[in-house]
């Protein structure tokens, strides 16, 4: 999985700052690369097309409103993803581009209108487009010379792809050599493989009777069979191919899109006979029609039509943009749909204790799959399509992932059918489960969480590995690997049982020297490096915890606030009583704190197993106060808030060297703040300091305080 979807997401571009749009640029670039290879080297895309198109889109009107902003790994710069090892590679001598998106009426009208105005044309000046349908397979560049196929490659990130010559020549659709006499010297004719529903039906089949895997769908079933290093499997498999543009031709035997595929039909290349020619964007729409309606009696997966400029003299004009030609354009169709009986709804726990719903459906074909499961995403999305259980619902697929529940067929839901209500504790394990409040915009997390993190069994694992990790407990030879393993194998359950895993050792009829791949020196190590951190500093001690938010600046804020282990977990717990507890405003007003970490560290203090693991675990370890620089500082221990425009240093600056003193310094005025210090243009904290009779000081006094000359 990748990383979070920022909360800017679902912010407007346009009411995106310029930080807020650089931050959402770089998780776009890493997501689009992430998925780009999912689909172009692995073949097993996590999200639908309509959902990736999305991110697309997303980048590039990010860019268009910040062109300052364009990374150098802009997803609008580069199309596929890197060859796998498994295959030499091929650099194409002409790069496999990939196409721009319509996804309406409008955007083909206004594809026609951008067209006719690079090129100035009038009105009535002819202007002839292809439009043929866009083949959901894999694509491929295969390399003649004098008409004998030398080559084939795949797309792989456009400018690179992979060798399968071999497996290419095993392939009865697609001629060794080309037929007739006017043969370009050299041409790379590109198109698209493919598997048939037919073909794909009986190869599952036979998979299946075999005791071997099947596949999702044809796209992947494809995919597979050319991409097998033994070309004898490449060639028992029923793989199809439509020639449909070049790379590098010389010369080429024609001066327009559809006069070139003719003369490849004439060599003996299979070409679409679907491809026709339209003059508007009138007829291109009625095109689509047709062939949304003709659909599913293709035989084949297609998922769009692809327009083209038919003139190569306008195409040269034309030129590209960007990833994409501007001669060109995939009119996408909408997901695949179908309806079934929603049975029950399902709450999953994940890995970080998101609870994500999931449809229960009664089997049924969509696409070529057969679904009975479906993302219903979260609650809110629950709520906003009323989809109860027993309802009959909509379920849409587009791509390789697990399906969608559009909606559902109000006019045959069941009369006792009931607004499904979201749980409010974990189906895991018990624990309260909360969505947080986002303070920046005020609008709660779609996400529910578990917050049990040391003993939900959904997120167990993984919270057992950020304990032991680098930034926190840092227990050498006991890494992710291990981790793992000694989980499966019910020796390490939680945080406490690492440090009473020597003591359970001795007493099991397995060591730990007789697993495989440990020995009597290795386990020795293991137990000599717990025991060298049952000593370990306050800060990693909280960060370990893995409470949400609790980042490891956060937690030497916390250690440095409270000091040490016992002040920390009492005020905590008295914290979680109740938002109009001292304890609970004394944690709001430490600065860099805030609402929402605060509430996140009350509701891991308010769950009992929570509080329980943390007290195990002090039976084990003991944590170590923050050694203060300078432990006679006159501030040291003393509260501090500073407010107003400081002159001789910045606030954040100023907030540094109190800390480096020993000093807390807190965001807001109370009466347990005992220096307020106040520069330019103080505000309300400097009044509400004044009516509680804190000390007041000005920049000048607070530097003589420090120096001891106060």
């Given amino acids: 999985m990748g990383k979070a979807r920022p909360a800017t997401a679902d912010i407007a571009v346009e009411k995106l700052n310029e930080q807020q749009a650089r931050a959402e640029l770089e998780w776009l670039a890493t997501e689009i690369t992430r998925h780009d290879a999912l689909y172009y080297r692995s073949d097993a895309p996590e999200i639908a097309d309509s959902e990736y198109d999305v991110l697309r889109r997303r980048n590039e009107q990010i860019e268009a409103m910040f062109p300052q902003l364009r990374r150098s790994d802009s997803p609008s710069l580069k199309v596929g993803a890197t060859p796998i090892e498994g295959f030499g590679k091929v650099r194409h001598r002409v790069p496999m581009l990939s196409l721009g998106n319509a996804f309406s009426d409008e955007d083909v009208v206004d594809f026609v209108a951008r067209v006719r105005r690079f090129l100035g044309l009038a009105e009535d000046e002819p202007l002839n487009f292809t439009a043929e349908p866009k083949i959901d397979g894999l694509s491929i560049s295969l390399r003649y010379e004098s008409g004998r196929l030398i080559e084939a490659a795949t797309r792989g990130d456009g400018a690179e792809g992979e060798n399968v010559t071999a497996n290419v020549k095993t392939m009865q659709t697609i001629p060794e050599h080309l037929a007739g006499n006017d043969l370009p010297g050299s041409i790379d004719i590109r198109g698209e493989i493919f598997m048939s529903h037919a073909d794909f039906q009986k190869l599952n089949a036979d998979q299946q009777a075999a005791g071997s895997k099947t596949f999702a769908n044809p796209r992947n079933a494809a995919a597979g069979s050319l991409r097998q290093l033994d070309p004898t499997v490449t060639a028992q498999r029923p793989l199809h191919f439509f020639a449909y543009g070049w790379g590098e031709a010389q010369p080429l035997p024609g001066n327009t899109q559809s006069s070139v595929v003719d003369a490849f039909k004439q060599w003996g290349l299979p070409t679409n006979p679907e491809l026709i020619l339209c003059q508007n964007a009138e007829e291109l729409i009625s095109y689509y029609r047709d062939l949304e309606l003709k659909r599913a009696s293709l035989g084949y997966d297609i998922d769009g039509i692809v327009y083209k400029v038919d003139r190569l003299d306008f195409q040269e004009r034309?030129?590209?943009?960007?990833?994409?030609?501007?001669?060109?354009?995939?009119?996408?169709?909408?997901?695949?749909?179908?309806?079934?009986?929603?049975?029950?709804?399902?709450?999953?726990?994940?890995?970080?204790?998101?609870?994500?719903?999931?449809?229960?459906?009664?089997?049924?074909?969509?696409?070529?799959?057969?679904?009975?499961?479906?993302?219903?995403?979260?609650?809110?999305?629950?709520?906003?399509?009323?989809?109860?259980?027993?309802?009959?619902?909509?379920?849409?697929?587009?791509?390789?992932?697990?399906?969608?529940?559009?909606?559902?067929?109000?006019?045959?839901?069941?009369?006792?059918?009931?607004?499904?209500?979201?749980?409010?504790?974990?189906?895991?394990?018990?624990?309260?489960?909360?969505?947080?409040?986002?303070?920046?915009?005020?609008?709660?997390?779609?996400?529910?969480?578990?917050?049990?993190?040391?003993?939900?069994?959904?997120?167990?694992?993984?919270?057992?590995?950020?304990?032991?990790?680098?930034?926190?407990?840092?227990?050498?030879?006991?890494?992710?690997?291990?981790?793992?393993?000694?989980?499966?194998?019910?020796?390490?359950?939680?945080?406490?049982?690492?440090?009473?895993?020597?003591?359970?050792?001795?007493?099991?009829?397995?060591?730990?020297?007789?697993?495989?791949?440990?020995?009597?020196?290795?386990?020795?190590?293991?137990?000599?490096?717990?025991?060298?951190?049952r000593r370990i500093s306050l800060d990693r001690f909280v960060f370990a915890l893995g409470i949400r938010h609790v980042g490891e600046t956060t937690a030497k804020v916390l250690a440095r606030s409270y000091g040490d282990i016992t002040a920390f977990k009492t005020a905590m717990i008295a914290a979680s009583q109740g938002t109009d507890s001292e304890a609970w405003l004394d944690l709001n007003n430490i600065d860099g704190i805030g609402e929402t970490v605060a509430a996140a560290i009350v509701e891991f203090f308010a769950e009992p197993h929570n509080v329980k693991v943390v007290d195990d675990l002090l039976a084990e370890v003991e944590p170590q106060p923050l050694e203060a620089v300078a432990t006679a500082s006159p501030v040291t221990g003393k509260s501090v808030v500073f407010t107003g425009t400081l002159k001789k240093k910045s606030r954040g600056e100023a907030k540094a060297q109190a800390e480096r003193l020993g000093a807390k310094v807190a965001g807001s005025v109370s009466k347990k703040t005992d220096y307020v210090v106040a520069g330019a243009d103080a505000g309300s904290k400097l009044t509400k300091a004044r009516n509680l009779g804190v000390t007041v000081l000005t920049e000048d006094e607070w530097d003589e305080l420090v120096s001891g000359n106060f």
């Fill in 318 to 533: 034309l030129g590209f943009v960007s990833r994409a030609p501007r001669w060109a354009v995939a009119h996408k169709f909408p997901a695949e749909q179908a309806t079934t009986v929603l049975n029950d709804i399902e709450i999953q726990v994940g890995r970080t204790g998101a609870l994500t719903p999931v449809a229960k459906l009664e089997p049924v074909t969509v696409g070529g799959v057969v679904v009975s499961n479906a993302t219903l995403h979260n609650e809110d999305e629950i709520a906003r399509k009323d989809v109860r259980i027993g309802d009959t619902v909509v379920v849409q697929r587009a791509g390789d992932v697990i399906p969608q529940v559009v909606s559902a067929v109000l006019e045959k839901r069941p009369e006792d059918a009931q607004p499904f209500e979201f749980p409010d504790v974990c189906p895991a394990c018990g624990s309260h489960a909360v969505r947080e409040l986002d303070e920046k915009n005020e609008k709660l997390d779609a996400v529910r969480r578990c917050t049990g993190g040391l003993i939900c069994p959904a997120q167990r694992v993984e919270r057992l590995k950020h304990f032991v990790s680098r930034t926190a407990f840092d227990i050498d030879g006991l890494g992710d690997k291990s981790i793992q393993a000694f989980y499966e194998d019910g020796l390490i359950q939680s945080p406490p049982e690492i440090f009473t895993l020597e003591a359970r050792d001795k007493s099991s009829l397995k060591k730990l020297k007789d697993r495989e791949g440990w020995g009597s020196q290795s386990a020795r190590k293991l137990f000599a490096a717990i025991d060298a951190r």
